[in-house]
Structure formats: C-alpha cells, structure tokens
Nanobody, 125 residues
C-alpha cells in the first residue's frame, strides 16, 4: 500500500556531489520519521541520517559535516545531499520511513516501518 520510491544513486566521483531523493506514496496519515540507511559489503546496515516531521535531524558520525538531510512534508519527500562523498560512502542506500497509515476496516491507524528497495551508490575515480 505504501511505497518508497528512491532516485539519485549511481557512480559518483570523490569530492563530487550526490543527491538521493525518496518519496513516499500511498494512503498515509503521517510520516513521523524519514531518512536513509546504508549497507556496505561485509558490514551491517547503519543509519546514515534521519529527520523527524518537525525537522530534527540525526547523522551517523562518519557523515557529519558532509551530508545534509532535508524533507518536504507537502511532497512526502526526503533528500540526502552529500557535498563531499568518499570511497567509504560506497554502499547500498535504503530509504526508511516510519509511517502511520489508516486502517479503514477498524476505523483506526497503524504505525510501522517502511523501506525502499535500495539504490547502489558507488564513490570512485
């Protein structure tokens, strides 16, 4: 019912720019949190950056000062901008969102975690 569509992945040069965008679509009451996780080969998935509906953001230490996360609530979109990507940033990036959806059958709501399909980001010369 809810889909997270990702765009912006691909090959990026070190010191270049990277912009990842994720848009949530479907029947949505609220998007509490949106952000990006990543998983490099042989490593566990880690949070890169998340942002709440009121604009509070958190970053993993390794990207602080280099990555910026923002969101457009009206468009249900979150954007991750990397101003100085490094080879160590190479990973599959997954959009994440904690979303409240309507459950019409019970006239209620349900909050859960949703994930995008993942997009490969490769930082290399």
């Amino acid at each position: 019912q809810v889909t997270l569509g990702e765009s912006g992945g691909g090959l990026v040069q070190p010191g270049g720019s990277l912009r990842l965008s994720c848009t949530a679509s479907g029947s949505i009451v609220n998007i509490n949190t949106m952000g990006w996780y990543r998983q490099a080969p042989g490593k566990q998935r880690e949070m890169v950056a998340v942002i709440t509906s009121d604009g509070s953001a958190n970053y993993v230490d390794s990207v602080k000062g280099r990555f910026t996360i923002s969101r457009d609530n009206a468009k249900n979109t979150v954007v991750l901008q990397a101003s100085s990507p490094k080879a160590e940033d190479t990973a599959v990036y997954y959009c994440y969102a904690r979303i409240t959806i309507p459950i019409s059958s019970i006239k209620g709501e349900l909050t859960g975690d949703y994930w995008g399909q993942g997009t490969q980001v490769t930082v290399s010369s």
